[in-house]
């Protein structure tokens, strides 16, 4: 793996360390794979392109753009840039990650519980219909835990006048030869009858309803949340030169207008702005070309600023400064790049700006390069 920094020199060297910055997009016609590790860095991002091979060609969106996240024994870990489930744990045992498309599989060890996947509704539907052991114990009045049998069976048992009977799924408790219970204990509080009336009643969601000896309980089925409803990612760039916007030290906001993918719609072209749709620890990339009009020209001092107003996580009174260490070109062409990785709250705004003083510093003398030269990208890399 090389080192892409543009002076030959890391920007970050002189913190002991040599990341790469920014990471290096690519885009093949496949998802990526464990093998996927050579001349690749931890960071880099992946397209997904194969929908372009279509007809009509798609391109791509939610799920296809991935990280490598780390490169263990020739393994590579890439995980794709959307949010929603990302592992499973259970009473005992490790958390079970999902695969390359985060899919966990879920089964059943108990006899006659199938567990089927429902992608029209979005959820997982467990059917008991064919019978089994179920039940893991009883609580009695003096909390004493009454476990199954090795067939998994409860025995319910009448006392004092009180008898018990069954059918298919019902037991049915008869106290007509016993006297009235008389006050009925609950988790708050307890509950005394009215000539012999007992109000059951639903809270919340919960409802209930009686008929004949039996009354029911219902609780709404939990909505699964779809996977890719917490995708935010975007990347922008300046599609033409905008010529003497600084050069006397004036902070130029860019404009970046054109968008290469918007996952989430989070940037406002409008605007210029990316606004954090959730609280989560976001990553940007930057690049910024400045264009002096002449071969080989020297910026006497330039600083890009991603600026966050208000941020109450972003230090140095909510704008991140990154000096330049400017790299010029024999077209007189003058470039940075940056990475920042940052927690947001949700509603903070994110935008990108330069300054830096040409020759005398007197006049605005320098342009901001367009194309691909001055580009914008994030993404929420974790939900908070």
Same mark, same amino acid.
């Given at each position: 793996?090389s080192?892409?920094?543009l ?27 464990v093998?996927?590790y ?14 372009r091979?279509?007809?009509p ?5 939610n ?26 744990s ?9 695969d390359?498309?985060?899919n ?5 060890n ?5 567990i ?7 959820r ?24 199954p ?10 006392v ?7 059918f ?6 008869d ?6 219970l ?19 009643l ?27 409803a917490?995708d ?6 300046l ?12 902070h ?30 976001y ?16 910026? &006497?001092? !330039? %600083? *890009?600023?991603?600026?966050?107003p208000? $941020?109450? =996580?972003?230090? @140095?009174? +909510? ?19 940056d990475?920042?990785i940052?927690?947001? &709250?949700? !509603? %903070? *705004? ?5 300054? $830096?003083? =040409?020759?005398? @510093?007197? +006049? ?21």
């Amino acid at each position: 793996m090389s080192d892409r920094g543009l002076t030959g020199a890391n920007t970050l060297a002189y913190r002991g360390v040599r990341p790469s910055t920014p990471p290096n997009l690519v885009m093949h016609p496949r998802r990526p794979t464990v093998n996927d590790y050579l001349s690749f860095c931890v960071g880099d991002i992946w397209i997904d392109s194969s929908g372009r091979l279509l007809t009509p060609p798609v391109f791509p969106g939610n799920g296809d753009v991935y990280m490598l996240t780390s490169v263990a024994g020739n393994v590579a870990s890439w995980v794709p840039f959307i949010g929603g489930l990302m592992s499973l744990s259970g009473d005992i045992g490790a958390h079970v990650h999902g695969d390359v498309n985060q899919n966990i599989q879920l089964t059943s060890n108990i006899g006659n519980l199938t567990i089927t996947g429902n992608p029209g509704a979005n959820r997982l539907e467990f059917d008991s219909s064919g019978g089994g052991t179920f039940v893991e114990k009883l609580i009695s009045d003096d909390f004493v835990d009454v476990l199954p049998a090795g067939a998994g069976q409860i025995y319910i048992h009448g006392v004092n006048g009180i008898t018990t009977t069954g059918f298919g799924s019902t037991v049915t408790i008869d106290g007509a030869g016993a006297s009235a219970l008389t006050t009925y204990t609950t988790n708050a509080g307890n509950a005394v009858p009215a000539a012999n009336v007992l109000n059951v009643l639903g809270a919340g969601s919960a409802v209930t309803t009686g008929a004949g000896n039996t009354v029911t309980i219902t609780v709404p089925a939990i909505p699964v949340v779809p996977l890719g409803a917490r995708d935010y990612s975007f990347s922008v760039y300046l599609a033409g030169l905008v010529n003497n916007v600084t050069g006397d030290d004036t902070h130029y906001k860019i404009l970046f207008d054109t968008v290469i993918f918007n996952i989430g719609a989070c940037y406002n072209t409008g605007t210029n702005l990316f606004t954090a749709p959730v609280n989560g620890i976001y990553m940007f990339t930057a690049s910024v070309t400045l264009f002096s009009g002449s071969a080989l020209g020297t910026v &006497n001092f !330039g %600083d *890009t600023y991603l600026e966050c107003p208000g $941020a109450a =996580y972003v230090p @140095g009174g +909510a704008i991140l400064r990154s000096n330049l260490g400017w790299v010029a070109d024999d077209a007189g062409h003058h470039m940075n790049e940056d990475t920042y990785i940052i927690r947001l &709250n949700a !509603g %903070d *705004t994110v935008y990108y700006t330069v300054n $830096a003083t =040409y020759g005398a @510093g007197a +006049a605005k003398t320098m342009g901001v390069g367009g194309g691909t030269q001055t580009a914008f990208a994030g993404a929420l890399l974790a939900s908070l």
